[in-house]
T-cell receptor, first 112, second 109 residues
Framework: DAGITQSPRHKVTETGTPVTLRCHQTENHRYMYWYRQDPGHGLRLIHYSYGVKDTDKGEVSDGYSVSRSKTEDFLLTLESATSSQTSVYFC???????????FGPGTRLTVL | GQSLEQPSEVTAVEGAIVQINCTYQTSGFYGLSWYQQHDGGAPTFLSYNALDGLEETGRFSSFLSRSDSYGYLLLQELQMKDSASYFCAVGGATNKLIFGTGTLLAVQP
């Protein structure tokens, strides 16, 4: 199985502050994804990456940016956090042999 | 646009069989997946169907009918540990997934 760590696991911040969430994988998978999960909405794709420095928007990308300078790291940045971005954020990689997305443990972000 | 529909809640008793349905509308369909998520945990992969028919993995089976844009997850011999949320998801290019809003399964003794 792919190994994925997310940091921090919990964060409380204030409206207007910048926040960066980190996703680190150890399996050299090409595709990586950032989702947010909110009650009643399931998992919604924010951004994804199909290689180093190759990223694209998902369905809820407004207010978020991403960067991928190395295969193993995919960063999600909230330039100026808002209360509507309070959510649980999951990172995932694509495990090709199983047609599976493998998820990290998640980051719970609270914006006050 | 793309959308998926699945029931919001299902209740069943230990040892029973339960079926969770999923209908979808999407362009560029590649396959239907199912994920399980326990409260407070990460989603975990259960199954993937690219072709019509039934796929069986232990107590869990998944079915797809592409002509009907419909699939289901079948859980047999239910156990208390099966209490969780179950999400269907459709895949497209670049392996992006669109998830349904999830079905909360409560297994009662």
């Amino acid at each position: 199985d792919a190994g994925i760590t997310q940091s921090p696991r919990h964060k409380v911040t204030e409206t207007g502050t910048p926040v960066t969430l980190r996703c680190h994988q150890t399996e050299n998978h090409r595709y990586m994804y950032w989702y947010r999960q909110d009650p009643g909405h399931g998992l919604r794709l924010i951004h994804y990456s199909y290689g180093v420095k190759d990223t694209d928007k998902g369905e809820v990308s407004d207010g978020y940016s991403v960067s991928r300078s190395k295969t193993e790291d995919f960063l999600l940045t909230l330039e100026s956090a808002t209360s509507s971005q309070t959510s649980v954020y999951f990172c995932a990689t694509w495990v090709e042999q199983n047609n599976e997305q493998f998820f990290g443990p998640g980051t719970r972000l609270t914006v006050l | 646009g793309q959308s998926l529909e699945q029931p919001s809640e299902v209740t069943a008793v230990e040892g029973a069989i339960v079926q969770i349905n999923c209908t979808y509308q999407t362009s560029g369909f590649y396959g239907l997946s199912w994920y399980q998520q326990h409260d407070g945990g990460a989603p975990t992969f259960l199954s993937y169907n690219a072709l019509d028919g039934l796929e069986e993995t232990g107590r869990f089976s998944s079915f797809l009918s592409r002509s009907d844009s419909y699939g289901y997850l079948l859980l047999q011999e239910l156990q208390m540990k099966d209490s969780a949320s179950y999400f269907c998801a459709v895949g497209g290019a670049t392996n992006k997934l669109i998830f349904g809003t999830g079905t909360l399964l409560a297994v009662q003794p």
